[in-house]
């Protein structure tokens, strides 16, 4: 992923977010998000979202409604035997590896510009790490798409 693709930010509750289009898709930085949680470590803050049961109950059904070729063999058979128990452990990068998925798109390595997420996928995140923060991203997004048309 090239740092071309990034096209704005948004001024989130006085965070800077990064919105990047693929396609005709935005996509909302989850690793600026996670910065509100834990500026140190934001890789850390996704992985343990992703690694919660309901958070993988949602990003698993949205990837089933939107990409027709989801591996979702795979996903029904993690969903069994790791889901839910401590040991199970979910990456941007693993999800986007092993699934097919193209609701998170996962960078890293020396050149990273971070994990982005498809923004239902980030309202979601969003919501597990603040809800007041989660409003403000709305009212943004909303504000920055409405500039656009």
């Given at each position: 992923?090239?740092?071309?693709?990034?096209?704005?930010?948004?001024?989130?509750?006085?965070?800077?977010?990064?919105?990047?289009?693929?396609?005709?898709?935005?996509?909302?930085?989850?690793?600026?998000?996670?910065?509100?949680?834990?500026?140190?470590?934001?890789?850390?803050?996704?992985?343990?979202?992703?690694?919660?049961?309901?958070?993988?109950?949602?990003?698993?059904?949205?990837?089933?409604l939107h990409n027709e070729n989801f591996n979702s063999v795979e996903s029904h058979r993690i969903k069994i035997d790791e889901v839910g128990y401590?040991?199970?452990?979910?990456?941007?990068?693993?999800?986007?590896?092993?699934?097919?998925?193209?609701?998170?798109?996962?960078?890293?390595?020396?050149?990273?510009?971070?994990t982005f997420a498809h923004p239902d996928i980030a309202f979601e995140f969003a919501s597990w790490l603040n809800v007041e923060f989660k409003l403000?991203?709305?009212?943004?997004?909303?504000?920055?798409?409405?500039?656009?048309?």
């Open positions: 992923m090239s740092k071309e693709l990034v096209q704005t930010q948004m001024n989130v509750n006085n965070r800077q977010i990064r919105v990047m289009r693929v396609g005709n898709l935005d996509y909302i930085s989850l690793t600026d998000l996670a910065k509100y949680q834990n500026e140190n470590d934001p890789s850390g803050v996704i992985r343990n979202w992703m690694s919660n049961k309901n958070s993988f109950d949602f990003y698993n059904l949205w990837e089933e401590n040991r199970f452990t979910m990456t941007p990068n693993r999800w986007k590896k092993d699934f097919n998925a193209i609701g998170i798109i996962p960078s890293s390595g020396k050149y990273s510009v971070g403000y991203l709305i009212t943004e997004f909303e504000r920055l798409k409405q500039n656009e048309s």
